[in-house]
Structure formats: structure tokens, C-alpha cells
């Protein structure tokens, strides 16, 4: 069954030209709020939240303000209702400021997410060639679930990386033990 559904999907990869924009799958409001909650799994936190308390409702004008600054450059929604997403945003640790991160998450029957998972994040680079590389990874990611053929490639992917790992829990990139 297994077999059969990658096959669907990668025929689905391979048959379509590009059918990875989000607005294929939602309007412009649902978009802007289904995003704003992507940012705020995937963005620094603002003063005063905590990995818990960042998604509380007081601090969601936080993270709908940094929505401009977001280029959802990616997004397919599988058939089993798996979302997949990849993110151009600001960076202030990279010399160009910019760097992609990729990822997946479902959502329950209110649309709330549910089983959040960052898979990368790749170095700064210019905007063409994180949406170069980009490409390439996204479609790693939905055609195999990680990106484990790019992972000694330091132009591709940053993070994860030998030191660290991303936290289901937490939501956050965290240092492995003992490293």
C-alpha cells in the first residue's frame, strides 16, 4: 500500500509542471493565516514567549507582521493530508540575509496544526539559489518525507546537522546530547 501511494505521488510529481503554489490549495485570507501559523513555529520567538507560550493568541500579531517578510516559494498538500511547505525568509545570521527552511505538518479537522516537523534548513544564499536548491529539496522532501541525499552537502542544508536535531516537542532545533 505503502509502495503504491509514493508511486501515485511521485507520478503526481512528475505528470504535473508545477503545481506547488499554495494558492492552488487556499485563498488569499486562508493563506495569510495558514502561513502566519507556519512563521510562528519557524521564526525567532518574540520577547516574553517561551516554546509553550508562543502560541498564544496574544503574541499572533507578532507573527502575522513578519508575513511580508515570508516567500512561500513551495507547497503541496499530499492525499493522506500531509502539507509540505518551503519558506524563503530573512536571516540575520547568513551574509545574505536569506535562507529556506522545509517542512511538513497536518491539520486537524478545525485546520489546526498538528505533527509540525522543520526537516531543514539551508545555509544564506542569494534568492536564486535558494530557489534553485530549493526546488530540489522540496521536491526531496515530498517524494521521500526527508532530505537525507543532500545532507552532507553544505550548500543544501545547514541544519539538521551532526550537532544538532529538530524537536517535535519543543518545535525548535536543539543540541544533541553529549555534542
Same mark, same amino acid.
Given at each position: 500500500?505503502?509502495?503504491?501511494?509514493? #508511486?501515485?505521488? +511521485? #507520478?503526481?510529481?512528475? !505528470?504535473?509542471?508545477? =503545481?506547488?503554489?499554495?494558492?492552488?490549495?487556499?485563498?488569499? &485570507?486562508?493563506?495569510?493565516?495558514?502561513?502566519?501559523?507556519?512563521?510562528?513555529?519557524?521564526?525567532?520567538?518574540?520577547?516574553?514567549?517561551? !516554546?509553550?507560550?508562543?502560541?498564544? !493568541?496574544?503574541?499572533?500579531? @507578532?507573527?502575522?507582521?513578519?508575513?511580508?517578510?515570508?516567500?512561500?516559494?513551495?507547497?503541496?498538500?499530499?492525499?493522506? /493530508?500531509?502539507?509540505?511547505? @518551503?519558506?524563503?525568509?530573512?536571516? =540575520?545570521?547568513? &551574509?545574505? /540575509?536569506?535562507?529556506?527552511?522545509? /517542512?511538513?505538518?497536518?491539520?486537524?479537522? =478545525?485546520?489546526?496544526?498538528?505533527?509540525?516537523?522543520?526537516?531543514?534548513?539551508? &545555509?544564506? +544564499?542569494?534568492? +536564486? $539559489?535558494?530557489?534553485?536548491? /530549493?526546488?530540489?529539496?522540496?521536491?526531496?522532501?515530498?517524494?521521500?518525507?526527508?532530505? $537525507?541525499?543532500?545532507?552532507? =552537502? &553544505?550548500?543544501?542544508?545547514?541544519?539538521? +546537522?551532526?550537532?544538532?536535531?529538530?524537536?517535535?516537542?519543543?518545535?525548535?532545533?536543539?543540541?544533541?546530547?553529549?555534542?
Amino acid at each position: 500500500m505503502r509502495l503504491l501511494v509514493m #508511486c501515485v505521488l +511521485a #507520478c503526481t510529481l512528475v !505528470s504535473c509542471k508545477d =503545481n506547488f503554489d499554495i494558492e492552488e490549495y487556499y485563498s488569499t &485570507p486562508e493563506r495569510d493565516s495558514l502561513v502566519t501559523d507556519i512563521i510562528t513555529y519557524i521564526h525567532n520567538r518574540p520577547q516574553y514567549s517561551n !516554546s509553550q507560550t508562543r502560541f498564544e !493568541s496574544r503574541f499572533r500579531s @507578532y507573527y502575522a507582521g513578519q508575513l511580508k517578510e515570508m516567500r512561500v516559494e513551495k507547497f503541496f498538500v499530499a492525499t493522506d /493530508g500531509t502539507h509540505y511547505f @518551503y519558506i524563503i525568509r530573512p536571516s =540575520n545570521n547568513t &551574509p545574505l /540575509g536569506l535562507r529556506g527552511t522545509g /517542512g511538513m505538518f497536518k491539520r486537524d479537522t =478545525n485546520g489546526k496544526i498538528i505533527s509540525f516537523k522543520e526537516v531543514f534548513v539551508t &545555509p544564506g +544564499a542569494s534568492l +536564486a $539559489d535558494l530557489q534553485t536548491r /530549493g526546488d530540489e529539496l522540496f521536491r526531496e522532501m515530498v517524494r521521500y518525507g526527508n532530505v $537525507d541525499a543532500y545532507q552532507k =552537502n &553544505p550548500d543544501y542544508i545547514e541544519w539538521p +546537522a551532526k550537532w544538532n536535531y529538530y524537536d517535535t516537542l519543543q518545535h525548535e532545533w536543539l543540541s544533541k546530547p553529549g555534542i
